[in-house]
C-alpha cells in the first residue's frame, strides 16, 4: 500500500489535540531554580558599572551575573552549517551577556532565584552606569559620513557586507542597458520606471516563548532542554561560547510550539548552560517575556529597494536595478545571507532582455536585531519585484498576468552564480490554472471600468519562486536510522526537527513507502537528543522533505535490504536452523511456497532478489504473493538461538542538488476608501512544488503561509523610536498579526510535476507561502484605487494618507 501521495492523519495530531504532546516546560524538574534576563534602557554605549549590592539581598537570590563576570568569548548565533573555511564562517559577534550596548534592551545581566518574584524584584534593584553614544536606528545614520562603527573589532564601518550581482548577456550596469535599450529600439519605443519600494521590521510570533532549562550532570554533561529549529548547531554554538569540548554538551530538543526563523538562530540556550554551571549544575530555567522576544531576539529584516526598470511599450522587460538595504540591528545573526537571498530572486524572477544589476548592502544599526524569517529575504523581493512589475504594466497599459508570462523565470533555467537549475517547471501552468479558478480575465475586465464611491474593487496578482535548501551555497547534510522492533514494527529516528510543520509525518510516509513497512507501524522520534539522534543541520530552507527526506529513503531501503537479507538466511535454513523455533511451520511453509513459485527445487538457494517487503510482509517479488509476516521475521531476528540479528539502518546524505518551486497568488478585494480597510473577498494560491507527499498537511503549510504574507502586506510592522532605538509596540495589543477573525477563506491548488532531484519527486514548500499574498493585495489595490502602494505593511493609516493625498477622498475638519 502506498504512503507517499496519501492524506495521512498527522502522527503528532492526537497528541497535540489532547495536550499529551510535552514541550520544554512540560518537562521542568521539581525545585528548578528561575533565570530572568536584565536588558539595557539605553540602545548605543557602554556599560561603565552595575551595582548588584542592593539585588542580592532579596531573599530567594541565588546568584548574580552580569557582563563582567562571563567568559571573554565572542560567539556566532545563526543557524547555519557550520563551515571548515574560515572565509564561510559566521560572524562571532557576541557574548552571552554584552557590555558594549548595540540595541536598545541588550543582554547585560541575569538573575538566578529560588522564584520568578525574587528574580523579578532583585531585576528591579540593578543599579546601571551607562557611557552612552548616539542612536542610529536607520541604515542611512548608520551609513552616514562620521557615523560610529559598532564593532570596530571586525568593521571600519557600518556595512556587514556589500554584495553586487549582474545578469545577462554581459556583465551590463543599468545605464549601460538603458543606454543599449535606446539605440536598439528607440527611445520611442521604450518606458522607463524609478520606484523606492519599503518593508518592514517584523517579529515572527510564534505561540511558544523561546523556553530553555539547563543542568550538569554528575559526569559533567551539559544539557540543555530547549525550544530550537537546530538542536545539532545549538550544541556547537554553545560550547564554543563557554568554550568547552562539544561533546560536553548535550541539546533536547521535545516538541515545539512554533519558531518561523526566530529560533534558526542560538539565543539564550548558551547563556542558560552558563546560569547552571555557576549555580553547582543545579537546573535553570530561562524563559523569556513575550516583549522580550519581540524586541530582544530576531526579527525580519527591514529592506529598502531602490529600483530602475526599462520595458518595451510591447511588455519586453529590457534592464532593471536594485539596490537594496537590509537594517540588520545590532548584531550579525545570519548576517548577509538574507539580504543576498534577496537579491538573487530579484535577478532571477525575471529574465531581462538586456540584463540585471542589483547591489545588495547589509548594515549594522540600532535597531533591533534582525535574523531568520520564514522566506529568508524573498518575502521582501517579492513585494519590491511584483510592486515593480504592476508598475510597469499599468504605464504601458499591458495586463498584469500577460507581462508576466511574456517576462518570467523561463523552464530549464539555471542560475549563472550558483547553479541552481529549474528542474520541473510548473510556474506558467500554476498562473494559467490560479488565473482560471479566480475568473482573472472576468474580474479584471469588471474592475477595469471606472468606479466611483467609497468602495472599490480590484484584483490582483503576484508571482514567485524559491529555491529547495541552501546547496551549493553552503553544506547539505543529513542522517537517518531505522530500529527493527520485536514485533516488526520500527522506529524511525531524524536529526531533523519538527516544528509544528508536518515534517514527522512526512517523513513516517518516506519510510513507508521505502521500507515496506506499514505507515501505522512506522514509530518516529519527536524529539531530538543529540546525544543519541542523528547528525542535521536543521529545520530551515524548507530543505527537510527534500534533504532530510533523501536521507529518510536512502535509511528506509537500506534498512528493507537488511530485512530481505535476513529472510533469504530463514527462508534457506528453514527446516535445520529453525526446529527449535515456534514459527518452524510457517517458515517452513514460506520456503516450499517461494520454491513453488519460482519453479525450483528444494535445494536450489532462495536469493533476496526474488523477496520484496510489502505491506509488512516478506513477499515473492514478482507476483507479490506473500510469504512470511515481518513479525515472525522480527521476533526470530531478535530471539534465533542460531542466528539473532538486530536489525537497524543509519545512512548520511550529502545532497549535491537544488531546484526551484513558484507559484502565483491572486487577490480580490473590495477597498472602503474613507477608512481606509480592505476586505479581502476571494484569494487563491497555486504552488508548483513537484509532488506533494501529503496534501492535507500541504494545505495547512498554505494556508499558514497565506495568513502571515496578509499580516506583512496589511498590518505588521515593528515601530522603533528613532531617538532610543526601543521599540513602541513589543506585545500582541499594538503589533498587529491576523487572527481568525481577520484571515478570509483561503483557496489552495497544485501543479504537480515530478522533480527529478526530490527523494519522490517533491520540492520546497514551508516557506514558499508566506511571499505572494501581500504583492497580489497591493496590485488589487492599485487596480481598485489607482494608487501605487510602495510601503508595506499598508495600513489604514497609510491607505487613507494616499487616497487623500490623490484627491480620492475629502479631509473633514471638525469645528
Given at each position: 500500500m502506498r504512503a507517499v501521495g496519501k492524506d495521512k492523519i498527522r502522527v503528532d495530531a492526537y497528541g497535540k489535540v489532547t495536550g499529551e504532546a510535552k514541550y520544554t516546560a512540560d518537562l521542568e524538574p521539581k525545585n528548578i531554580l528561575h533565570g530572568k534576563v536584565y536588558h539595557s534602557t539605553i540602545g548605543n554605549g557602554l556599560v561603565k558599572s552595575i551595582d548588584t549590592s542592593e539585588a542580592e539581598k532579596v531573599p530567594g537570590v541565588v546568584k548574580i551575573l552580569t557582563c563582567f563576570d562571563v567568559p571573554d568569548i565572542q560567539f556566532p548565533t545563526a543557524g547555519h552549517p557550520w563551515s571548515v573555511e574560515k572565509a564561510h564562517q559566521d560572524i562571532c559577534d557576541r557574548k552571552l551577556l554584552n557590555q558594549r550596548v548595540r540595541i536598545y534592551g541588550d543582554d547585560i545581566a541575569c538573575v538566578i532565584a529560588e522564584n520568578e518574584v525574587a528574580c523579578d524584584q532583585a531585576l528591579r534593584l540593578l543599579k546601571v552606569e551607562y557611557e552612552e553614544y548616539p542612536v542610529m536606528t536607520t541604515v542611512e545614520?548608520?551609513?552616514?559620513?562620521?557615523?560610529?562603527?559598532?564593532?570596530?573589532?571586525?568593521?571600519?564601518?557600518?556595512?556587514?557586507?556589500?554584495?553586487?550581482?549582474?545578469?545577462?548577456?554581459?556583465?551590463?550596469?543599468?545605464?549601460?542597458?538603458?543606454?543599449?535599450?535606446?539605440?536598439?529600439?528607440?527611445?520611442?519605443?521604450?518606458?522607463?520606471?524609478?520606484?523606492?519600494?519599503?518593508?518592514?521590521?517584523?517579529?515572527?510570533?510564534?505561540?511558544?516563548?523561546?523556553?530553555?532549562?539547563?543542568?550538569?550532570?554528575?559526569?559533567?554533561?551539559?544539557?540543555?532542554?530547549?525550544?530550537?529549529?537546530?538542536?545539532?548547531?545549538?550544541?556547537?554554538?554553545?560550547?564554543?561560547?563557554?568554550?568547552?569540548?562539544?561533546?560536553?554538551?548535550?541539546?533536547?530538543?521535545?516538541?515545539?510550539?512554533?519558531?518561523?526563523?526566530?529560533?534558526?538562530?542560538?539565543?539564550?540556550?548558551?547563556?542558560?548552560?552558563?546560569?547552571?554551571?555557576?549555580?553547582?549544575?543545579?537546573?535553570?530555567?530561562?524563559?523569556?517575556?513575550?516583549?522580550?522576544?519581540?524586541?530582544?531576539?530576531?526579527?525580519?529584516?527591514?529592506?529598502?529597494?531602490?529600483?530602475?526598470?526599462?520595458?518595451?511599450?510591447?511588455?519586453?522587460?529590457?534592464?532593471?536595478?536594485?539596490?537594496?538595504?537590509?537594517?540588520?540591528?545590532?548584531?550579525?545573526?545570519?548576517?548577509?545571507?538574507?539580504?543576498?537571498?534577496?537579491?538573487?530572486?530579484?535577478?532571477?524572477?525575471?529574465?531581462?532582455?538586456?540584463?540585471?544589476?542589483?547591489?545588495?548592502?547589509?548594515?549594522?544599526?540600532?535597531?533591533?536585531?534582525?535574523?531568520?524569517?520564514?522566506?529568508?529575504?524573498?518575502?521582501?523581493?517579492?513585494?519590491?519585484?511584483?510592486?515593480?512589475?504592476?508598475?510597469?504594466?499599468?504605464?504601458?497599459?499591458?495586463?498584469?498576468?500577460?507581462?508576466?508570462?511574456?517576462?518570467?523565470?523561463?523552464?530549464?533555467?539555471?542560475?549563472?552564480?550558483?547553479?541552481?537549475?529549474?528542474?520541473?517547471?510548473?510556474?506558467?501552468?500554476?498562473?494559467?490554472?490560479?488565473?482560471?479558478?479566480?475568473?482573472?480575465?472576468?474580474?479584471?475586465?469588471?474592475?477595469?471600468?471606472?468606479?466611483?464611491?467609497?468602495?472599490?474593487?480590484?484584483?490582483?496578482?503576484?508571482?514567485?519562486?524559491?529555491?529547495?535548501?541552501?546547496?551549493?551555497?553552503?553544506?547539505?547534510?543529513?542522517?537517518?536510522?531505522?530500529?527493527?522492533?520485536?514485533?516488526?514494527?520500527?522506529?524511525?529516528?531524524?536529526?531533523?526537527?519538527?516544528?509544528?510543520?508536518?515534517?514527522?509525518?512526512?517523513?513516517?510516509?518516506?519510510?513507508?513507502?521505502?521500507?515496506?513497512?506499514?505507515?501505522?507501524?512506522?514509530?518516529?522520534?519527536?524529539?531530538?537528543?543529540?546525544?543519541?539522534?542523528?547528525?542535521?543541520?536543521?529545520?530551515?530552507?524548507?530543505?527537510?522533505?527534500y534533504v532530510s527526506g533523501m536521507a529518510c529513503k536512502k535509511v528506509a531501503e537500506e534498512f528493507k535490504d537488511r530485512i530481505l537479507d535476513y529472510a533469504e538466511y530463514m527462508l534457506n535454513n528453514a527446516v535445520q536452523d529453525f526446529s527449535k523455533t515456534v514459527y518452524v511451520e510457517e517458515v517452513s511453509a514460506a520456503a516450499k511456497k517461494i520454491r513453488e513459485l519460482l519453479s525450483v527445487s528444494e535445494e536450489t538457494e532462495i536469493s533476496k532478489d526474488s523477496l520484496d517487503l510489502v505491506d509488512s510482509q516478506i513477499v515473492e517479488k514478482k507476483s507479490g504473493n506473500p510469504l512470511l509476516p515481518l513479525a515472525i521475521l522480527a521476533d526470530t531476528a531478535f530471539y534465533s538461538l542460531d542466528k539473532s540479528v538486530h536489525i537497524a539502518a543509519e545512512c548520511t546524505n550529502h545532497c549535491k542538488s537544488n531546484t526551484f518551486s513558484s507559484g502565483v497568488c491572486y487577490a480580490e478585494v473590495e477597498v472602503d476608501m474613507p477608512l481606509g480597510l480592505v476586505e479581502i473577498l476571494r484569494i487563491v494560491e497555486v504552488h508548483d512544488s513537484g509532488i506533494i507527499i501529503n496534501h492535507d498537511t500541504a494545505r495547512g503549510q498554505v494556508h499558514g503561509g497565506m495568513a502571515q504574507s496578509l499580516g506583512f502586506g496589511l498590518s505588521e510592522d515593528l515601530l522603533v523610536d528613532p531617538k532610543t532605538g526601543k521599540v513602541l509596540n513589543a506585545n500582541l495589543l499594538d503589533f498587529k498579526i491576523p487572527t481568525a477573525m481577520d484571515v478570509p477563506d483561503l483557496e489552495v491548488d497544485f501543479v504537480e510535476l515530478e522533480d527529478p532531484t526530490g527523494p519522490y519527486g517533491n520540492k520546497s514548500l514551508g516557506e514558499p507561502p508566506v511571499i505572494a499574498a501581500a504583492p497580489a493585495v497591493r496590485n488589487a489595490i492599485l487596480q481598485a484605487t489607482g494608487v501605487a502602494m510602495n510601503v508595506a505593511p499598508m495600513t489604514s493609516q497609510r491607505l487613507t494618507d494616499a487616497f487623500r493625498e490623490a484627491g480620492l477622498i475629502k479631509t473633514i475638519s471638525v469645528d
Open positions: 545614520e548608520a551609513l552616514a559620513e562620521g557615523a560610529q562603527a559598532l564593532h570596530p573589532d571586525l568593521r571600519k564601518d557600518n556595512v556587514i557586507v556589500h554584495s553586487h550581482m549582474t545578469m545577462g548577456e554581459k556583465d551590463y550596469t543599468f545605464e549601460e542597458g538603458l543606454k543599449k535599450a535606446k539605440e536598439e529600439y528607440g527611445e520611442e519605443n521604450i518606458v522607463t520606471h524609478e520606484q523606492v519600494y519599503d518593508t518592514p521590521k517584523i517579529s515572527h510570533c510564534h505561540i511558544e516563548l523561546p523556553v530553555s532549562f539547563a543542568y550538569v550532570d554528575v559526569n559533567d554533561k551539559i544539557t540543555i532542554v530547549c525550544s530550537t529549529q537546530i538542536p545539532h548547531i545549538v550544541r556547537l554554538y554553545t560550547a564554543m561560547a563557554l568554550g568547552v569540548p562539544a561533546g560536553r554538551v548535550r541539546i533536547i530538543k521535545p516538541y515545539i510550539g512554533g519558531g518561523f526563523g526566530n529560533k534558526q538562530d542560538v539565543l539564550y540556550e548558551p547563556l542558560n548552560a552558563y546560569m547552571s554551571m555557576q549555580v553547582g549544575g543545579r537546573p535553570v530555567r530561562l524563559e523569556i517575556s513575550r516583549e522580550e522576544t519581540i524586541y530582544g531576539t530576531r526579527t525580519r529584516h527591514q529592506i529598502t529597494g531602490h529600483t530602475k526598470a526599462v520595458v518595451t511599450k510591447d511588455g519586453q522587460i529590457l534592464s532593471r536595478k536594485m539596490e537594496a538595504f537590509a537594517n540588520n540591528g545590532g548584531y550579525a545573526s545570519h548576517g548577509h545571507a538574507i539580504c543576498a537571498n534577496c537579491g538573487n530572486v530579484f535577478k532571477e524572477l525575471y529574465i531581462d532582455k538586456i540584463g540585471t544589476e542589483v547591489d545588495c548592502w547589509t548594515v549594522y544599526t540600532n535597531a533591533p536585531t534582525a535574523g531568520a524569517m520564514r522566506g529568508y529575504g524573498i518575502p521582501q523581493s517579492v513585494w519590491i519585484t511584483e510592486c515593480l512589475i504592476d508598475d510597469l504594466a499599468r504605464k504601458i497599459g499591458m495586463d498584469p498576468l500577460e507581462i508576466r508570462l511574456k517576462n518570467c523565470i523561463p523552464a530549464g533555467f539555471k542560475d549563472p552564480h550558483n547553479g541552481i537549475t529549474f528542474h520541473s517547471y510548473g510556474l506558467k501552468e500554476a498562473m494559467l490554472k490560479g488565473a482560471e479558478l479566480a475568473k482573472w480575465k472576468e474580474k479584471r475586465a469588471e474592475y477595469d471600468k471606472p468606479q466611483s464611491g467609497d468602495k472599490r474593487r480590484g484584483i490582483g496578482m503576484a508571482i514567485f519562486c524559491y529555491k529547495t535548501g541552501v546547496h551549493p551555497i553552503a553544506l547539505e547534510t543529513a542522517a537517518a536510522r531505522m530500529v527493527l522492533n520485536q514485533d516488526g514494527s520500527c522506529q524511525l529516528f531524524m536529526g531533523a526537527t519538527e516544528i509544528g510543520q508536518g515534517a514527522d509525518t512526512v517523513f513516517t510516509q518516506m519510510a513507508a513507502e521505502a521500507s515496506g513497512i506499514r505507515y501505522e507501524e512506522v514509530y518516529i522520534g519527536s524529539t531530538q537528543d543529540t546525544d543519541t539522534s542523528p547528525f542535521d543541520t536543521g529545520a530551515y530552507a524548507s530543505r527537510q522533505t
